[in-house]
């Protein structure tokens, strides 16, 4: 089973937006883990795209509070199996027509290197490259527009540069609209996500209470991931945040 993941979408002080990585089968029994003795929460759930919108009074619940029940809730629907939860949510991941577009990259430069190149050949292979790094732009853009309403700025630059292949047709352009665009995405890593293991007590009047326990999350999605994985994983364990939540 996919991992589950809760995603912050956005937060403000009386309201949260979720996005579920899975479905959400009993929404009654959901809300009630969330609700427990805040009578002012409620909660709007979008099926089609998998969003949560809980609003609350910050006076009767915390938003922490309101962001590890719904851990909770997700975790105890699926059989209290852990929970990624992304707080500072920025899209990581890289397309595959991003990463086919890459290597097309590399395997023009890796022939321009060659002694004996065609000249028409590399012209070709340049072509081609040009056309899967723009078409890995569009869709970089549409998915970007799905997710957000609109798409980040640094494809404008890009879609510049290819106006400078055209006149020069180098490779470099090419590799320079590539990294424009999905640069960022390889160098952000995952620090900020939590693995949340849910608990789950039972009191002497059969009322359930969980405890939650917050870990740093130490999945390995990208580049910078790995590095900060290889180098600095000591220091991250002796700064660790590690933390116990007791709900009702």
Same mark, same amino acid.
């Given at each position: 089973?996919?991992?589950?993941?809760?995603?912050?979408?956005?937060?403000?002080?009386?309201?949260?937006?979720?996005?579920?990585?899975?479905?959400?089968?009993?929404?009654?029994?959901?809300?009630?883990?969330?609700?427990?003795?805040?009578?002012? %929460? @409620? &909660?709007?759930?979008?099926?089609?795209?998998?969003?949560?919108?809980?609003?609350?009074?910050? /006076? *009767?619940?915390? #938003? +922490?509070?309101?962001?590890?029940?719904?851990? %909770? @809730? &997700?975790?105890?629907?699926?059989?209290?199996?852990?929970?990624?939860?992304?707080?500072?949510? /920025? *899209?990581?991941? #890289? +397309?595959?027509?991003?990463?086919?577009?890459?290597? @097309?990259?590399?395997?023009?430069?890796?022939?321009?290197?060659?002694?004996?190149?065609?000249?028409?050949?590399?012209?070709? #292979?340049?072509?081609?490259?040009?056309?899967?790094?723009? @078409?890995?732009?569009?869709?970089?853009?549409?998915?970007?527009?799905?997710?957000?309403?609109?798409?980040?700025?640094?494809?404008?630059?890009?879609?510049?540069?290819?106006?400078?292949?055209?006149?020069?047709?180098?490779?470099?352009?090419?590799?320079?609209?590539?990294?424009?665009?999905?640069?960022?995405?390889?160098?952000?890593?995952?620090?900020?996500?939590?693995?949340?293991?849910?608990?789950?007590?039972?009191?002497?009047?059969?009322?359930?209470?969980?405890?939650?326990?917050?870990?740093?999350?130490?999945?390995?999605?990208?580049?910078?991931?790995?590095?900060?994985?290889?180098?600095?994983?000591?220091?991250?364990?002796?700064?660790?945040?590690?933390?116990?939540?007791?709900?009702?």
């Amino acid at each position: 089973m996919k991992k589950l993941t809760l995603t912050v979408l956005h937060k403000l002080p009386n309201r949260v937006r979720f996005k579920v990585s899975h479905e959400i089968i009993d929404t009654k029994k959901f809300f009630e883990t969330i609700k427990v003795g805040a009578k002012s %929460t @409620a &909660l709007r759930y979008n099926k089609t795209i998998n969003t949560l919108l809980i609003t609350f009074e910050p /006076e *009767e619940i915390t #938003i +922490d509070e309101v962001i590890y029940r719904t851990a %909770t @809730a &997700l975790s105890v629907e699926h059989g209290m199996t852990s929970v990624k939860l992304v707080e500072d949510f /920025e *899209e990581k991941s #890289i +397309d595959s027509l991003s990463v086919y577009s890459g290597a @097309a990259i590399l395997l023009s430069f890796l022939y321009g290197l060659g002694k004996s190149k065609i000249e028409k050949l590399q012209l070709d #292979i340049n072509n081609f490259t040009a056309g899967l790094t723009t @078409a890995a732009i569009m869709e970089h853009a549409y998915m970007e527009t799905q997710r957000k309403g609109f798409f980040d700025i640094e494809i404008l630059p890009a879609l510049y540069l290819l106006r400078s292949y055209m006149a020069n047709r180098s490779v470099t352009a090419i590799a320079l609209m590539w990294l424009t665009t999905f640069g960022r995405h390889l160098v952000l890593n995952n620090v900020s996500n939590k693995e949340v293991r849910i608990y789950r007590l039972k009191a002497e009047n059969g009322k359930f209470h969980y405890v939650v326990d917050v870990k740093n999350d130490k999945t390995i999605e990208n580049v910078s991931d790995l590095i900060d994985h290889i180098f600095f994983s000591k220091r991250s364990d002796e700064d660790s945040d590690d933390k116990y939540i007791a709900l009702k």
